[in-house]
Each structure stands twice: as C-alpha cells, then as structure tokens.
C-alpha cells in the first residue's frame, strides 16, 4: 500500500512564498512520476506540474516561472516551491504519484493567498 502525506500549506499574504513537500512511502516503482494538482472551490482539478523520477519537469502555464517543482529520488519525496503567490494560487493542492497502471493521491493541503 502506497500514502502521500504532504504538508507545508497555509495562508500567505500575495507575493509572498511557500514550500509544499509530499512523502511517498510503501511499494514505489522506482520509474515513476511524482505531481501536484490544485483545485479551488467551484472548480475542476487541474495540473500545476510533475516530475518524473528522471526530473523531467511540466508545468502548467499560470505558474511557469513562479513554481518550481523538485523530487528527492532516496526518499520518495516531491516539493513544490511556489512563489510570487497570487490570490488565484488559492485551492487544495494535491500530491500525485504515478507508475504503470498505479495511481495515488495524497489527502490535499490548504493554500490560501490572501492580504
């Protein structure tokens, strides 16, 4: 059995930063790819970006150049280093993992973007 259990999210005023972290632990197909989505109230999921294990990255185009996502490959770790954080960042971001026909969600954390 696989859990995701992120953490790192809160309120922030706009402009400011945050840094999100998912933990993967269990049977991990060493290929795989590692993400986070977001969805905010009244709205559909969508992605923010991934990583696969050879830190290949995608990004969504409302945060290329203010999100950075990383992976720590040794422990099964995903980070999402957001920054010049605008209200429309507000959601529940969700970490992902991925690999054949594998498919796991983490819980969501709360990222509030507000003054």
């Known amino acids: 059995q696989v859990q995701l259990v992120e953490s790192g999210g809160g309120l922030v005023q706009p402009g400011g930063s945050l840094r999100l972290s998912c933990a993967a632990s269990g049977s991990i197909f060493s290929i795989n790819t590692m993400g986070w989505f977001r969805q905010a109230p009244g709205k559909q999921r969508e992605l923010v970006a991934t990583?696969?294990?050879?830190?290949?990255?995608n990004y969504a185009d409302s945060v290329k150049g203010r999100f950075t996502i990383s992976r720590d490959n040794a422990q099964n770790t995903v980070y999402l280093q957001m920054s010049n954080l605008k209200p429309e960042d507000t959601a529940v971001y969700f970490c992902?993992?991925?690999?054949?026909?594998?498919?796991?969600w983490g819980q969501g954390t709360q990222v509030t973007v507000s003054s």
């Open positions: 990583i696969t294990n050879f830190r290949r990255t």
């Open positions: 992902r993992l991925t690999f054949g026909s594998y498919d796991y």
